[in-house]
Nanobody
Framework: QVQLVESGGGLVQAGGSLRLSCAAS????????MGWFRQAPGKEREFVAA????????YYADSVKGRFTISRDNAKSTTYLQMNSLRSEDTAVYYC??????????WGQGTQVTVSS
């Protein structure tokens, strides 16, 4: 069964940190560039960060550059998002999936991140 399971979200004060995890199963994880996305209330889902299959290259939305770090562990079929210096505007449901739309996996349930100011 193809599945993505996000975890690690929660309530944090502005300036705090969280580390999100995304466990993948059902496909060969190391064959895919992976990404993190988020959706705030009333807004469309947006790109946050991406990492290539080997982890050599990473990409970030301008809004999170310098604060968030994406990484992956292919042996564990898991991708991570370290979020530092969190702001109220980072409040959203965070999802992981493949970087590219053409080979997307079914979306998981996401993990809620709430940043209080």
């Amino acid at each position: 069964q193809v599945q993505l399971v996000e975890s690690g979200g929660g309530l944090v004060q502005a300036g705090g940190s969280l580390r999100l995890s995304c466990a993948a199963s059902g496909r060969t994880f190391s064959n895919y560039d992976m990404g993190w996305f988020r959706q705030a209330p009333g807004k469309e889902r947006e790109f946050v960060a991406a990492i290539t299959r080997t982890g050599i290259s990473t990409y970030y939305a301008d809004s999170v550059k310098g604060r968030f770090t994406i990484s992956r562990d292919n042996a564990k079929s898991t991708t991570y998002l370290q979020m530092n210096s969190l702001r109220s505007e980072d409040t959203a449901v965070y999802y992981c999936n493949t970087r590219h739309a053409f080979n997307r996996w079914p979306w998981g349930q996401g993990t809620q991140v709430t940043v209080s100011s």
